[in-house]
């Protein structure tokens, strides 16, 4: 093979394979020149090769660019890589197939961890980052390092003193996300072999970390209606050496269940009785419902034992991946572990939204967004009430996109799941929650996109699946071991 | 205390602090109502407090400020964390001594492990920021998710094919920075108690990656000038279970060195015979001072086992956070690791590298950054020659922007390093480079800055403490083990 034509074989591999799509620029002649060590003439013969092929085309004054129609038959279909067929499941794998439905625009998003990105200010949030990253920053990578960029920290200090909080600035650590805090936090208080305290059902990247990190844990059971199980925590606390709590206290992650203050009261001194940290999970802090704040567990901490995580991923600006941690005593530590593990937060990010903390309208935003969030439960709560069978319940949560959703006894939840994305439709099904499979028989469906038709249907696609047995039923269980 | 007296304490606590720092807008009346549940007469009331006291003032139709001389005098000043008094050191607590300095404007960064930030092309990448980030972008979170965004993901994939390697699109995965996709890789490879091989000396992070993951390590010697010693590796991988390797195989930090090509082959030939992968951090490889490209280890893999991770923090955009890892057929484990640690990089930095990679002119700009970086090289080293006494010996390296001292065998790095920062100039001491203090008579320097009569006067008084036994002998040994 000549050296043009090896460098058209290239090339073309690339655009078949979809890595250059259609309508990307290719190098130009010069940069292929001094990238491949070739002359010019060697260039334009791969190119003219190319060209001939239909693969791609000149535009004059513009270089050359992978044709519309080039290729495509050739790309990956987005849809090949979710099989609908029964087959062997694991809650590991499962996760991620739920995870990735988010991708396909076509699946009725009711399995999503996300709100819709219709409900976000993104142009606002836009503005701000085009005005503050336009100009030159020098010191912009100085500032972004751990503990992070003060301006952002200032902000949410004032954001907690206007829930009524006192927590300086010198606490506060801002992170790529919440997910970020929470699994830095976890790593920080327990090595592997120790034992710290999850919920169940619990947040399944809870689960994942702790796998990752090879801890130990107890699980102590989240009552969708009361809460956090305080007595089995208690008993939990006497009997093994805990290092860590990790749990989240208002707007339960699958349960939607919220603890009340005087219990939240009580789950800090019990911890500070023992001297066991907490990491408070709180990313859906502002989405509550009611007209006044919900106070956090780390409100009534005195100790300095309560590491706060927040982020305004769910309630800003998802794709910027910015949180935080109030972390207590543990700042200092926990800003040394994001030395070490991803430096700082991108730049542009933390910048872009105190901009907008301080001058975009965050409060009158929210105000419009808890608005919104309510009318869309009790839209999809009543959806549920209307399509679903008579033995089905859905909680009503006072914040958050949740509800939790507890089937009749023969729907199998992961049989459902595939019934469902067959239709076009995802849902979280219940054993993603918990290590051992538990939860069968239970879903989390999410409402956080604005009411539609679409979503009627999909609602009452789901609830014929629940009625008919031979569909989703337990029965036809897969190899997930029943709780 | 009455209610608004409290209001007002808690504020003025958070301006002594310097929590809200002079000229900070603090809450609207209405927003503050709203935040405290209290009658607009407690705002004004608490307010009109602090407004007395000379802490906050109004200005017409934009709301309260806080003053401008406000808490200045009770605000921590920068440099009070840094102790230069002889004490008890340990590597760790060394390390982070030396990563704060750069926070530090006033002191000569010569141990800093940063480029300056003069050298980047701030504006023109603020301008591709400004430009995809100002509008709505509602897709954009869904974007970013893992293995990240396209259009970023393609053009990297452009830039290995204008270095003459095909690396699919597929097999890279957006992190954030290259750090995350390095400790990442090696979380996914290695249990607790596994060994992984690194270098000595090595990058710090990677110390402190292992400590963390609990891994075992195994050295082995990187020369100056030869890189790393393969027979060494032959031994290791033939006594002990080795998982991975953890290598920088073009100029090394702190060494500078580099593999050649055939070192290269025959390393990547070995680790196959083992099917060891290597995690190949080539964070420096666009940092070449010759005219072509320097090939990764990943050129020479036919087998999958390479993970090169990559990064637009040296060479384009350092706070926006921006790596990669080509990992071969790890990607879809990387893929899974990303998606339960940190989630996605962060979107307005991934679109604004994609913007400005297609249009800002990248290879323009490396070409000069290239040409700036080796004169800057020549400059420090002859300064060196002039000043520090003659058996002293410094790397010169093809690329980056580190040289590796040699000092004289009466000077101890750690003793300089305290000595120099009395001075006002940071150095990177050599023990901060292993796991058990070796590296006492060497130092990293840092020649990433323009040159300049403060470097010049800097590298001067370097010289004179380094000839001055008394002030930075090995004699006054601190408590770290010599090697």
Same mark, same amino acid.
């Given at each position: ?14 655009? #078949?394979?979809?890595? =250059? ?29 190319? *060209?001939?092929?239909?693969?791609? #085309? ?16 050739? /790309? ?10 029964? #087959? ?30 219709? =409900? ?8 701000? !980052? ?15 390092? &751990? ?31 919440? %997910? ?34 090879? =801890? ?16 089995? %925590? ?47 999970? @709180?990313?859906?802090? *502002? ?8 106070? &956090?567990?780390?409100?009534? @901490? ?18 910027? /991946? ?34 907008? =903390? ?5 409060? /009158?935003?929210?105000?419009?967004? /808890? ?17 679903? &069978? ?54 989390? %469906? ?10 009627? #249907? ?10 008919? *047995?031979?569909? !989703? ?11």
């Amino acid at each position: 093979m000549k050296r043009y034509e090896r460098l058209a074989h290239q090339l073309s591999e690339l655009i #078949k394979r979809g890595d =250059l799509p259609p309508g990307a620029r290719i190098p130009s002649v010069r940069a292929a020149c001094k990238a491949w060590g070739v002359s010019p003439a060697t260039v334009f013969r791969a190119y003219y090769l190319l *060209e001939n092929r239909g693969m791609i #085309k000149a535009r004059p004054r513009s270089g050359y660019f992978v044709s519309p129609s080039s290729g495509e038959l050739l /790309r990956r279909s987005p849809g090949t890589s979710m099989s609908t067929d029964p #087959k062997t499941v694991n809650i590991s794998d499962l996760v991620f197939e739920v995870l990735k439905t988010i991708r396909h625009a076509e699946t009725v998003p009711l399995g999503s961890a996300f709100l819709s990105p219709a =409900l976000f200010p993104m142009a606002r949030v836009g503005k701000s !980052c085009a005005k503050v990253n336009r100009s030159t920053h020098l010191a912009s990578m100085v500032d972004g390092l &751990p503990p992070g960029y003060e301006g952002l920290r200032q902000q949410i200090s004032l954001r907690y003193l206007m829930a009524g909080m006192t927590v300086p600035v010198d606490e506060i650590i801002i992170t790529s996300g919440a %997910l970020e805090a929470l699994t830095l936090s976890a790593q920080l208080l327990a090595a592997p072999g120790d034992v710290i305290v999850i919920e169940k059902p619990t947040f399944y990247a809870a689960l994942q970390a702790i796998e990752r990190l090879r =801890l130990n844990v107890v699980e102590i059971p989240v009552d969708p209606v009361e809460g956090h199980d305080l007595d089995a %925590l208690a008993q939990a606390l006497q009997q093994h050496p805990v290092r860590a709590c990790w749990f989240m206290t208002s707007f339960h992650n699958p349960t939607g269940v919220t603890l009340d203050d005087s219990r939240k009261q009580a789950l800090v001194d019990l911890l500070a009785r023992h001297d066991v940290p907490l990491i408070e999970d @709180d990313v859906y802090n *502002e989405l509550h419902f009611g007209p006044d704040p919900v106070r &956090p567990a780390k409100f009534f @901490d005195r100790k300095g034992l309560v590491i706060h995580c927040g982020s305004f991923a769910k309630c800003l600006a998802p794709g910027y /991946r910015i949180g935080w941690a109030a972390a207590g005593r543990f700042a200092g530590r926990l800003e040394h572990a994001k030395w070490m593990t991803t430096l700082s937060a991108s730049m542009p990010a933390q910048r872009a939204i105190a901009d907008y =903390l301080e001058h975009g309208g965050y409060e /009158r935003f929210l105000h419009k967004l /808890r608005r919104e969030l309510a009318l869309q439960q009790s839209q999809m709560l009543d959806a549920i009430s209307r399509y679903f &069978p008579a033995n089905t319940m859905a909680t009503r949560s006072d914040g958050g996109y949740f509800t939790w959703v507890a089937l009749p006894d023969h729907v199998d939840s992961i049989q459902l799941f595939q019934a469902a994305l067959n239709s076009g439709i995802s849902i979280a099904p219940g054993p993603i929650f918990s290590a051992d499979g538990a939860f069968r028989h239970r879903m989390r %469906l999410n409402y956080g996109y604005p009411w539609s038709a679409r979503l009627d #249907k999909a609602v009452a696609t789901l609830g014929a699946l629940c009625a008919d *047995e031979s569909r !989703c039923g337990a029965k036809l269980a897969g190899p997930v071991r029943p709780a």
